[in-house]
């Protein structure tokens, strides 16, 4: 019997009777070029899969909080009373400072993790869920803005600014990852990041 032969592309084996999907470890140097989109990935066994399907949960988050937020605000007991334009006007300097302090995460690796793909990895997974974090603050502000105005305007203020930042800022797409990547490698060090993300994914204490 003739053995088949083919041809890989993409981290897939191209046989003459069929495709055939294998997972394939990716070299040192893999790159944004290795990334099939955004969607395309989460059909994938990779880090970057793990990662892209978590943020998308996540992304919920936010709108559930504005959904409920008219709801939570008729709850409010007039403790404090703001004007609404009043805590309207702390949600754009709330948002510009999360812009200012995510874009300046990460710091750059250290000369001693040259090479360490585990290093950047978990640098570049704290750096997502920080961002995360000082962005959907933003929308979250708006809650407690609206309940001491007693009025929705601070919580829709604070979702058309914060939403935009979480999406920008957190969401794990090829530019962000690229940013990030580009912050880590700024003293020179490189970080394998690409080839982290794209590697297979296995759980701690998986067997094989």
Not at 80 to 88: M, N
Request: net charge positive; aromatic share 6%.
């Amino acid at each position: 019997m003739r053995a088949r032969t083919g041809t890989v592309r993409n981290g897939r084996v191209r046989l003459r009777f069929g495709l055939v999907v294998v997972p394939v470890d990716p070299s040192p140097g893999a790159g944004p070029e290795g990334d099939p989109g955004y969607l395309a990935s989460l059909r994938t066994a990779t880090l970057l899969a793990q990662l892209r399907r978590a943020f998308l949960g996540l992304l919920a988050v936010p709108v559930g909080v504005l959904a409920l937020s008219p709801y939570i605000v008729r709850l409010e007991t007039h403790t404090v009373d703001a004007q609404p334009l009043w805590a309207c006007a702390v949600v754009p300097l709330a948002a510009a400072g999360a812009l200012v302090t995510a874009r300046r995460l990460p710091s750059a690796l250290p000369r001693d993790a040259a090479g360490s793909r585990m290093s950047a990895s978990e640098s570049f997974r704290a750096t997502l869920f920080l961002r995360f974090a000082l962005t959907e603050g933003v929308v979250l502000l708006g809650l407690p803005l609206s309940m001491a105005a007693d009025s929705f305007l601070p919580m829709a203020l604070s979702f058309c600014l914060g939403y935009p930042l979480v999406v920008a800022l957190a969401l794990p797409t090829r530019g962000t990852i690229e940013r990030i990547r580009a912050r880590m490698e700024a003293g020179g060090v490189s970080s394998g990041l690409w080839a982290s993300l794209l590697a297979p994914y296995r759980r701690a204490g998986a067997k094989g």
